[in-house]
């Protein structure tokens, strides 16, 4: 079983649309956890840290559910230019990021 | 700029070539990391240093030899590699091995 686990899309979206990605992972001693973007042909850049409290950064909303192992990344109002591949990044000594969730955002 | 610079940005070898790939960090991070990611692939952890020492060598062939002579500076020897070596290979540092990690724009690298 992999450490990190993803759907890999992709999903396809008007903008405006709301789209959720869930990611879960296998370890139940994982430290943190972090939502990472990566544009095509570009290195992945942070998006945002997953807090068990949850955490909203404008349109984007991360949650952390420990008890079932996953986490999420809820897009509201979506973008153009939110179209991306979003990968799962979970660590324990080391990262172990997911396959990453490819989104397109159509006009 | 993310902090993480990596030089050259492209580069094309043949087979029978010696090239070096350089990864410098102006963060202060203790933790430095070589990824290979080929076309429409995952990421692929291939070493981890922390604190100059190196941790973690995710079975990579021998062809492909790293070094860290200090926190700030990774290098990735590439020696006599084959065409599927083809990839985008990325460094990335983080103060931690479990803090958030940032990544160099990547050496896109050719074999011919």
């Known amino acids: 079983r992999k450490e990190v686990e993803q759907d890999p899309g992709p999903f396809n979206v008007p903008e405006g649309a709301t789209v959720a990605f869930n990611c879960t992972y296998s370890?139940?001693?994982?430290?943190?956890f972090f939502w990472y973007r990566q544009d095509c042909r570009k290195e992945p850049k942070l998006l945002m840290s997953?807090?068990?409290s949850g955490n909203e950064d404008g349109r984007f909303t991360a949650q952390l559910n420990r008890a079932s192992q996953y986490i999420s990344l809820l897009i509201r109002d979506s973008k153009l230019s939110d179209s991306a591949t979003y990968l799962c990044v979970v660590t324990f000594n080391k990262f172990y990021f997911g396959s990453g969730t490819k989104l397109n955002v159509k006009p | 700029e993310t902090g993480v610079t990596q030089t050259p940005r492209h580069l094309v070898m043949g087979m029978t070539n010696k090239k070096s790939l350089k990864c410098e960090q102006h963060?202060?991070?203790?933790?430095m990391y070589w990824y290979k990611q080929s076309a429409k692939k995952p990421l692929e952890l291939m070493f981890v240093y922390n604190f100059k020492e190196q941790t973690e060598n995710n079975s990579v062939p021998s062809r492909f030899s790293p070094e860290c002579p200090n926190s700030s500076h990774l290098f990735l020897h590439l020696h006599t590699l084959q065409p599927e070596d083809s990839a985008l290979y990325l460094c990335?540092?983080?103060?931690?091995?479990?803090?958030?990690?940032?990544f160099g724009q990547g050496t896109r690298l050719t074999v011919v």
């Open positions: 990335a540092s983080s103060d931690r091995t479990d803090t958030e990690a940032f």
């Open positions: 370890n139940s001693a994982s430290q943190s």
């Open positions: 997953v807090y068990s």
């Open positions: 963060l202060g991070h203790n933790a």
